[in-house]
């Protein structure tokens, strides 16, 4: 498809891990990119994730990619309520410097 | 480094207006891009900029939707005449060489009335 595709809504309790997936469109994709959004903020780069790669660990986050099925995830461990936002993944296509941003899933945590 | 500026936050209109927004990327990076978020359509990107140079203009809307960037440290979107449907969040964003990951303003919410 050419939608970056991820899942709208994911709730989770406080302590908890999240995991957030995404499918993206091109295998050839260089970055991939995790975004987080706070309401009535701009986008916050959380972590990015090269190609060569299959995963990535930064403190409670473990970004996973497998590029045959097109697939990324984001876990984030010992969820908080701070945690709570919209979560965008985003690729960049080789040759381009446009980032394709996926539609964002929107993270609840319940204390 | 105070990260991408944007000016002003919030901008309440009347159709047929004129809005101009503006952004200052973080200094060193030459690329800057706007985009506008809306709950329908999500994030999309409307233009992007090279070292000043626009590169792909592809997202912009149509003629009323302009962009320029006179220097390395300023850019501005402009949108006349302005309709109701373009009220959305207007964000601005920079990078620079290497994983060119971008860092984002924090936004412009447009509202035409």
């Known amino acids: 498809g050419e939608d970056v595709e991820q899942s709208l809504f994911l709730s989770v309790r406080e302590g908890d891990s999240s995991v957030i997936n995404c499918t993206y469109t091109?295998?050839?994709?260089?970055?991939l990119y995790w975004y987080k959004q706070e309401p009535g903020a701009g986008l916050q780069l959380l972590t990015y994730?090269?190609?060569?790669?299959d995963m990535k660990q930064d403190q409670r986050l473990t970004v996973l990619l497998n590029k045959k099925d097109k697939h990324l995830s984001l876990r984030i461990a010992d969820t908080q309520t701070g945690d709570s936002a919209i979560y965008f993944c985003?690729?960049?296509?080789?040759?381009?410097?446009?980032?394709?941003f996926g539609t964002g899933t929107r993270l609840k945590v319940l204390a | 480094d105070a990260g991408v500026i944007q000016s002003p936050r919030h901008e309440v209109t009347e159709m047929g207006q004129e809005v101009t927004l503006r952004c200052k990327p973080i200094s060193g990076h030459d690329y800057l891009f706007w985009y506008r978020q809306t709950m329908m359509r999500g994030l999309e990107l409307l233009i992007y900029?090279?070292?000043?140079?626009?590169?792909?203009d592809s997202g912009m809307p149509e003629d009323r939707f302009s962009a320029k960037m006179p220097n390395a440290s300023f850019s501005t979107l402009k949108i006349q005449p302005s309709e109701p449907r373009d009220s959305a969040v207007y964000f601005c964003a920079s990078s620079s060489a290497g994983p060119y990951e971008q860092y984002f303003g924090p936004g412009t919410r447009l509202t035409v009335t």
């Open positions: 900029f090279n070292n000043n140079v626009p590169i792909d």
């Open positions: 091109d295998s050839s994709s260089t970055y």
């Open positions: 994730i090269f190609s060569n790669m």
């Open positions: 985003a690729e960049r296509p080789p040759g381009t410097y446009k980032y394709i």
